[in-house]
């Protein structure tokens, strides 16, 4: 080993140490441990290391900041100056139900803000995006940046995985994380969101950030904490950012799988559509719109929104985009095209009374079950299977009405599945409190506002 | 990936989480941890991350021992029963002109208990036994594991090095350590020294560990408790063990180097050698003799000790296993015939009075900056080269006279070093109050007494 490597090779060893012993580490020293990571000069254990001793000593902003800005530039940043306006795009830390993009893009798009958006895949109890696009037949969500960008300009909107271009630092950190169970760090969390997002060519972003049993953050605490770094980063990155806390308590809307998620998705576009996904939809639509320079208020954004939907544009953008993407885009106006398990199993209510609760994180287990999820990377889903939550928590239900409906492609070997799912629910006599879909909204500045 | 290993890969994460999270590793799940490292199931990345979060959660006993034990597991277990007696072997936690184990092993296999003995090679400011034994003509320290046997039976005592054979995923963790920033580790450093004494086949072990600014353990705190837990799992382990805490605040002796120091230990075999360093040796091997079951006492143990200076016997011995080991063992009686460097620096004192200090860390790190040790565990070391500590704290010592000589092979180039060495030491007008070499002592059922 040559004299210089020699020295480096122990530094990378001393910024560990610092770092294990409550030190700060410097923005360089950050930047060489990213870029050592990618020649090779630092190997995946002493990076494993680093990310322990993060999950014990935290990163603060500056650390995290540089750590996001190093896995930023490990790739490419695509450039969308070709694309006229303010580019927009939101993303949600997950959940189950949450199929919000699938309306949300067009609809913005539709509106004038063009939304770059770079989606990821299903993982344990939560859906994906990119595996809910894939149920419209033809649709390809694996496209190089040059088709990206030029479908964003040409259609406003486009939807895509993670390529193996951008961020690839974060992609392999994140695989380190999902096996060295150093997954829930707040500041890690931050960089590997926003190092992806940051890299998409945007101006803004809007931030959902899911709280409750369904989420990755099960506590308000501790979704605070994440979406206030979140902002912050954001913010110290250039961009304008907004995030808000959402209920992630029971899954949102009725439906839980892909095909399933994705029809209701487009029943959103249509007019149609669960109160709770068009709400999430719009609120956060309003963000993205007034963000995106073309509404002056919220208020002034949800009229445009509704505006979209009601004249059909919003569903139009959406047919571009999946004929761009080469999908079926006739399933935008004919959802029967979508195809969905012929069979059906019906959890009842064993009582008359009010729903109490509909666990999201057993319906998102028992929905993997199914086979509509994965509980590791490397499997694939099952597109035609789904739950549809018939009964939210406060609804009345008498005994022997459908609380859920399990949708599958046959209807033996899934006792288990339907035990589980009438495990998520109980019901009672009084109804629960309404709870608020929007706990918390929050931006620059460190400043809060309630919704 | 089949199921079966899927959901074992899935355990080995929650493994590392439950330590993660304060919670103890089962016996059962640290054997599995390192039984996957062996086959490939679990990747040095996520050994990595396990190691991290074992410095900051630390590991019980019953945890210790159970990787200590999984180590010592993970290879060969020599058995020494075609030896009789009650084998006994000496372990130093590293220290400054530590040679004791050249002059120790044979003078008490003389005394009728079999050493048989594994060390380990010089890394940073710390010399090791096997780079000493190397400056004879010959030796031979990379010895399979039939022929240490064998030379341990006929000669009473054999000094190898680590073979790959002896606890191989120690070898593979320490890697680990030492470039992940997790060496100081206690429980860690217990299992990493225990595995490799256990597989050598001896009865007991008496542990030497030193404390002081030459030393690893820098306070008393950590050197006691280090030597607490060595002597608890080892006991535990079913082996007879004792540990010493002894003073490393400045070297041992006066010679820090390879040939210089193995010169200074066969001194110690002819009945010569610096008090310090025959006191060292005489105490280490009074516990060695009692443990061994040749001495009933420790005076009677100190009595054989010293007839077999007397007699000559230590060195006979010495002769015998250097010359099973292939060395020229004219060296015993013929010290000159040990390759020492022809030029020679003096350190003089600047002042009449009393040495304060002869700094263990800085005159190692001088010696190392010589070449007689190393900083990196793949560089070689000069055996010729060394520093001799002519005037250690305590002396009288006027103007002009030599404080410490460095024995070179040429003069030039040294003088960053005679700074370093002049930097060492300390001398004012008041003598330091003596301080005891031997500083406490540990034994089983967590008793301990003074010496």
Redesign the interface.
Known sequence: ?PLLA?ML?RSL??I??AK?DGASNSPDEIGRLISALSTGEL???????W???V??RGLDHAETFALTDAMLRSGRVIHLESVAGIKVDKHSTGGVGDKVSIALAPLVAACGVPVPMVSGRGLGHTGGTLDKLEAIPGFRTQLGVDDFARIVRDVGCCMIGQTAEIAPADNRIYG?R?????VESIPLIVASILSKKLAEGIDALVLDVKVGRGAFMKDGATARALAELLVRVGTRAGKRVVALLTDMRAPLGVAVGNAVETREALDVLAGEGPADVVECTLRLGEEMLVLGGVAGSQSEARAKLVAAIASGRGSRVAERMIDAQGGDARVVADRSRLEIGSEEIVVESPRDGYVLRADALEIGLAAVALGAGRS?A?QSVDHVVGILVEKKPGARVTRGEPLARLVLRRRSGAEAIVERVRGAFAVGDEAPPPGPLVLDRMVAANSTSTP
């Open positions: 080993m020699r090779a060893v001393e560990i140490a294990r190997a995946d254990y002493q990076m494993a290391a990310l322990m001793a999950f014990f380190l999902d096996v060295t169970a150093t590791r490397d």
